[in-house]
Nanobody, 120 residues
Framework: EVQLVESGGGLVQAGGSLRLSCEAS????????IGWFRQAPGKEREGVSC????????YYKDSVKDRFTISSDNAKNTVYLQMNSLKPEDTAVYYC?????????????WGQGTQVTVSS
């Protein structure tokens, strides 16, 4: 079964940090790119970051550059999103998703999401 499972969300004060994990199973991890997305109440889902497992290339949304870091542990089939200097506007449900090949617009497999709440 192809599956992505997120973990690591929670409640944190502004300026704090969280690390999200996305564990993949059921597919050849090294052949895929893993993206992190988020959706806040009343807003559209947006892409936050992405990493291509085969070459380690990364992408970041402008508003999270210098605060978020994406990394991949291919041995554990897991992608991490280290989030530092969190702001209330980072509050959202965070999802990871996978697509074959490189980071791009459309993703085939989605996780169930993990809530991140940043209090002011």
């Amino acid at each position: 079964e192809v599956q992505l499972v997120e973990s690591g969300g929670g409640l944190v004060q502004a300026g704090g940090s969280l690390r999200l994990s996305c564990e993949a199973s059921g597919f050849t991890f090294e052949d895929y790119a893993i993206g992190w997305f988020r959706q806040a109440p009343g807003k559209e889902r947006e892409g936050v970051s992405c990493i291509t497992s085969s070459d380690g290339s990364t992408y970041y949304k402008d508003s999270v550059k210098d605060r978020f870091t994406i990394s991949s542990d291919n041995a554990k089939n897991t992608v991490y999103l280290q989030m530092n200097s969190l702001k209330p506007e980072d509050t959202a449900v965070y999802y990871c998703a996978a697509r074959l090949g490189y980071c791009g617009a459309l993703y085939d497999v989605w996780g169930q999401g993990t809530q991140v709440t940043v209090s002011s």
